[in-house]
Nanobody
């Protein structure tokens, strides 16, 4: 059984930083893409950043220059360094792991940016 576990969320003031972590375990298949999604209150889940097995990264426009995604392939883990946080970054952040045939989601971690 595949498990996707996020951690690192919390309450931070505007301008602050957080680092999210996601670890995937139990997968027998190669994970091709890992990604972070954010779901703000009352909105749909949206892509924040991706990291492919080949090392390519992609970011949503609102987070470019502020967020950095990285991956530890040996641990099947990804991280999201979030800097210069804004109130509009407030959301539940979900990790997604994609194999050739299936996608797996974590339960999410809450990030709240507020003074």
């Amino acid at each position: 059984q595949v498990h996707v576990v996020e951690s690192g969320g919390g309450l931070v003031q505007p301008g602050g930083s957080l680092r999210l972590s996601c670890v995937v375990s139990g997968s027998d298949s190669t994970i091709l893409v890992m990604a972070w999604y954010g779901q703000a209150p009352g909105r749909q889940r949206e892509l924040v950043a991706t990291f492919t097995k080949g090392g390519r990264t992609n970011y949503a426009d609102p987070v470019k220059g502020r967020f950095t995604i990285s991956r530890d392939g040996a641990k099947n883990a990804i991280y999201l360094q979030m800097n210069s946080l804004k109130p509009e970054d407030t959301a539940v952040y979900y990790c997604r792991a994609q194999t050739k045939l299936e996608a797996y989601w974590g339960q999410g971690t809450q990030v709240t940016v507020s003074s």
